[in-house]
C-alpha cells in the first residue's frame, strides 16, 4: 500500500514538473526570477564590492570568533554586516564577497540567504517596516496595520516608496506576542554603524501612522509599548492581582514536624 502510494506521488510529480515545463509564461518568469537576482543592472557578479575600511575591522572580529577550519560558521553574521552596510539588502556581488572570505563556493551563501527571511535580495528602504503576521498579531489586527501602512505611504508590500525612505514586509512571530500587534523597524538610514532594529507593540492603524511620520522627520518614536496604559507588558491600568503583602500561613505547619 505504500508502495502504490509513494508510487502515485512520484507520478503526480512527474505530471506537475512536465506541465510547468510546457507552460511558456512559467518558464519565462522562472528565468526572469533568476535573471532579476543575477543579472540587473543593479545586481550582477560583474559590479565589485567589498566591506568598508571600519567593517573589514569588524570580519576579523567576527572571524576570530570561529576556529580557522570552520570559517563557514561565520556566514549569518558576515551576511548581516554587509546588509547593514549596503543599505539594507545583500547583492549577489556581496555574498560572493563573503563566500571568498569564509573560502566556500558562493551557493553556500546563496543558501544560507535565501532561507533566512531577514536577509532581503532586493533593494528596502531605509526604514523597512516588518510588520508580525503570525496568529497572535493578526487576531489583535495585524492586517489592518499593514493596511494602514500601505495606504499612507502609497506603496505594495515590499515596494519601496519613491523618497526611498520606507518599504513594508512582514515578518512571522518576533517573540512579542503579549504586546500584539506589532511592527519592527530596521532602521538602515545610518548605515551599519548607527543600524537599530526597533520594536513598536500595541499598535492601532492611526499610532502606526504617527510612527511613520515621527520617522520621517528624523525623529526617534518612543520603542516599545504604544498602550500609554501599559509598562511593558504589564496589565492596562495596572496590577489587579498580588497587591499586597502575602498572607500567611506558610503551606505547611513547620512546627508540627
Ligand atoms: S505573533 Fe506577533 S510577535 Fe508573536
Keep these: 500500500m505504500f508502495a502504490t502510494a509513494a508510487r502515485n506521488a512520484g507520478k503526480r510529480l512527474l505530471e506537475i514538473r512536465r506541465s510547468l515545463i510546457q507552460t511558456p509564461q512559467v518558464t519565462r518568469s522562472f528565468s526572469t526570477a533568476l535573471n532579476y ?17 571600519a567593517n573589514k575591522e569588524k570580519v576579523r572580529e567576527i ?71 503570525t496568529t497572535p498579531c493578526m487576531i489583535r489586527g495585524s492586517r ?7 495606504k499612507h505611504l502609497g506603496v505594495k508590500r515590499n515596494e519601496v516608496t519613491k523618497d526611498g525612505l520606507f518599504s513594508v514586509g512582514e515578518m512571522e512571530c518576533m517573540g512579542c506576542c503579549v504586546n500584539a500587534p506589532m511592527l519592527a523597524v530596521a532602521d538602515y538610514s545610518k548605515g551599519s554603524e548607527g543600524y537599530t532594529y526597533n520594536y513598536y507593540e500595541d499598535l492601532t492603524p492611526e499610532r502606526v501612522v504617527e510612527i511613520v511620520e515621527m520617522l520621517k522627520r528624523g ?20 496590577n489587579t492581582t498580588l497587591r499586597g503583602e502575602p498572607k500567611p500561613p506558610p503551606c505547611r505547619d513547620l512546627d508540627a514536624c
Design 144 to 150: 489592518e496595520i499593514e493596511a494602514a501602512l500601505l
Design 219 to 238: 525623529e526617534t518614536p518612543p520603542v516599545g509599548t504604544q498602550n500609554p496604559e501599559r509598562i511593558r507588558s504589564g496589565p492596562a491600568g495596572g
Design 63 to 133: 572571524l576570530s570568533h570561529y576556529p580557522s577550519n570552520y570559517k563557514r560558521s561565520a556566514v549569518i553574521p558576515l551576511l548581516d554586516l554587509a546588509q547593514q552596510q549596503h543599505g539594507g539588502w545583500l547583492t549577489v556581488s556581496a555574498m560572493n564577497t563573503i563566500a571568498k572570505i569564509v573560502e566556500v563556493a558562493p551557493i553556500r551563501v546563496y543558501e544560507v540567504a535565501t532561507f533566512y527571511s531577514m536577509f532581503n535580495r532586493s533593494k528596502v528602504g531605509k526604514y523597512h517596516l516588518l510588520v508580525c503576521g
Design 37 to 53: 537576482h543575477i543579472d540587473s543592472p543593479d545586481n550582477n557578479p560583474d559590479i565589485s564590492w567589498d566591506f568598508s575600511d
